[in-house]
């Protein structure tokens, strides 16, 4: 299975992927969903909820079996001065490879910008969510 990823301002806190089973889960509710009887050029264009929360952009399987899946991370506002952030999915990897704690969208709105970094943040509405901050210097 590959997976694509898409922002959003909504969507679960993780997922766990055990072959064709992807579990979404928000809020400390998690609901498996089994994808190993999607057909084959099957294209799914919506929102599973759970939580309240999106859990999928497209599914599909390919002509060759090969299932492709949009899954959904929060992003929140940029924290840097002055500049916003907006996201992209760029990334397509091997479900396999999938780790809860990597942000898998691309922030843009930042070209020319090198002091930044793409890390968990809190917004002012207590929302958290991937986020954009200036890198923080060390003492030293």
């Known amino acids: 299975m590959k997976l694509m990823f898409k922002a959003e301002g909504h969507a679960p806190d993780y997922y766990v992927i055990n072959d064709n089973v992807i579990v979404a889960c ?3 509710i998690c609901t498996p969903f089994d994808l190993s009887d999607f057909p084959i050029a099957g294209l799914f264009q919506g929102s599973d909820n759970v939580s309240g929360a999106p859990a999928f952009g497209n599914i599909e399987r390919h002509d060759n079996g090969e299932l492709v899946v949009t899954l959904i991370q929060q992003v929140i506002a940029s924290q840097y001065p002055e500049h ?3 996201w992209r999915g760029l990334v397509t990897i091997e479900a396999a490879d999938y780790d809860p704690n990597t942000c898998y969208v691309t922030p843009t709105g930042m070209a020319g910008i090198d002091d930044y970094e793409i890390v968990q ?4 509405a207590g929302n958290t969510g991937w986020t954009v901050r200036k890198k923080e210097v060390a003492d030293g």
């Open 26 to 28: 928000k809020n400390d």
């Open 84 to 86: 916003k952030a907006h």
């Open 121 to 124: 943040g809190v917004d002012v």
